[in-house]
């Protein structure tokens, strides 16, 4: 719960403590059916329930307390990252989901590379991003 985070982060931190959150957010709203199959999916394998888009956890932040709220995208910055993690997966993936169906893996270990497959695509179609979001407690 993006609430409670926020909450006990603000309790925690000094007057004057900084907030640096640098994780997935995001980007699209309305996304089509198949870009929904590709976010529910890419969700399932690293156990995610959602990602917030930077608008809504700015919210939360503000709501909570905090001031100097900033978002900064930094989805460039991982392409090659991404490109690398894409590549490995698409041939591991499909390892991976012979052997756990053979019940030789968990079926966590296909899900997680799955996920590291649609990577790259979820940020190619513009569904998410990663990034950078500063704040300040008063």
Do not use: W
């Not at 959602?50 to 978002?71: A, C, H, M, S």
């Amino acid at each position: 719960d993006k609430s409670k985070f926020a909450n006990e982060a603000f309790r925690i931190l000094k007057n004057g403590g900084k907030l640096l959150i640098v994780d997935g957010y995001l980007l699209k709203e309305k996304l089509n059916q198949q870009e929904t199959k590709i976010y529910q999916e890419f969700l399932e394998g690293f156990a995610l329930d959602n990602l917030e888009t930077p608008k809504r956890l700015q919210d939360i932040l503000k709501n909570v307390g905090f001031i100097n709220i900033k978002y900064i995208d930094k989805t460039e910055k991982i392409t090659k990252s991404l490109e690398y993690m894409h590549r490995n997966a698409k041939y591991s993936k499909v390892a991976y989901y012979i052997l756990s169906k053979l019940r030789i893996i968990p079926k966590s270990r296909y899900l997680s590379s799955r996920s590291a497959y649609l990577a790259k695509i979820s940020v190619d179609r513009g569904i998410n991003g990663y990034g950078f979001l500063f704040a300040e407690k008063p």
